[in-house]
Every structure is written in structure tokens, then in C-alpha cells.
């Protein structure tokens, strides 16, 4: 599920890696290394959010709310389905480039496992878009080619608005959901910034791509505003859903 993001910072003409296509940058085998992991990590997430999406239209109250919901499930497959063919295209197993991620994505989605229809809606809303976000910033260090795909697959599925509509009814209905709701998405917020940084230590390759080296990488005063916006953009968020972050 794919929001609110950090869009609104200021672009930068692109240069070096940013700047040219997938075939001229893939001749870095460190870079390349990196593109796989990025993808691999994508792919996941996006396979992890259909199987979610499709289990939480078993807590839907309406039969519409469960339609909806297939539809946004049938996206997130396919946006996998566009991830894996562009490994298998680039001569690398998918199942191999998702591996090193199923037990960081897993664990978080296990963490954090809403207990009814309105958790899992914020969920998909707040803590799935903090994770898009940050594969927004390091997009913009990523060959033409590649980042074309990333930001492609990082489309609002169209629950921003659906979610926005029902948990704000919800909370008109009854005011005291809102804390509830509240107090979930900050846990949410927690949890996802915690996952994000696990899955770039571990990774030589991303971590290099963050904090110098490929792709005209962040430096570290970067990579603290970076989480600046994600944290902004939050807020924002939160904001639409008449929470308090």
C-alpha cells in the first residue's frame, strides 16, 4: 500500500549512477548487488502484503469493504509479479533475492498483527508507507531503469482513501477509538523504522548505498534527514486519519 510520501523535498538533477541506465551502472558489481537486495526486499513486501490484505478481508464488516480489499490484494500481486520477472530478466533467482528478507518482513508483520478490521486498516495506511517512503528516498539514487520500476511498484494500491474514509467514520462514531488508533500507529511507526534499519545493517550493499560509496551515496547528515522526512511525512498521515501523532 502506497501513500503519502516524502515527494515534496526538493530534486536534485540527477548525476553519476542516477543518471544512467540499468545496463551502464550494472557493470559495478556493487551496485548491482545492492539493486538486487533493494529488489529482493521489494518483492517480499509486496508478496507479504498480499497474503495480509487478503486475510484482512476476513475481518471486513461489509461485503463491499471485503471487495475493495481483494482488489487491493490483486494489485499488490501483481506489483510482485512485476518485481520477480524483472529479477528473473537481470539473470537473478527471485527466490534467492527474497530470502535474506522473509525473516526481518515476517517478524515485523508478526509484531504487529492488528487485532480487528480498524488496526489492520491503519496498518496498511501508517506503517506500510513509512517503509514505501523509505524506498522513495533510495530510489532517488538508483539508474533510470531501476528506479522507473521501484516507483512504479510503490503506487497507491488505492487504500489511502478508503482507509482515510473509514477510520474517520469510525472515529466520528465513536471518539474513544481514536486513542486507541493513536497510540497502534505510533507502535506502528516504532516498528517499521526499527525493521527498515535492521534490513540496511544487514545488507552490505544497501548499507554502502545509504552512507557513501554507490550510487552517489548518502552521506550520514543525509541519512539523519532522510529519517527526518519519513518522520514528517508521519505525521501527515496521521494528521488525515485525525490521530495525533
Known sequence: MRFMTTSDKPENPATG??????????????????????????AYGELAAFERLAEDAKLAPTLEDKAELAKMASAEFHHFERLRDRLTEIGEEPTLAMEPF???????????????????????????????DFYREVAVRLDVDTRALVLAVLDDTGHAGFAVDRVRAAIDADPRVGGRLALWARRLMGEALSQSQRVVADRDALSTMLVGGVADGFDLAEVGRMFSRITEAHTKRMAALGLAA
Open 102 to 132: 522473509v525473516a526481518a518482513l515476517d517478524g515485523f508483520h508478526k509484531q504487529t498483527a492488528p487485532s480487528d478490521w480498524l488496526e489492520g486498516l491503519v496498518k496498511a495506511y501508517v506503517g506500510d508507507s513509512i517503509a514505501s
Open 17 to 42: 549512477i542516477a543518471a544512467q541506465d540499468w545496463a551502464s551502472a550494472s557493470t559495478d558489481p556493487q551496485y548491482r548487488a545492492a539493486v538486487v537486495d533493494l529488489l529482493g526486499a521489494l
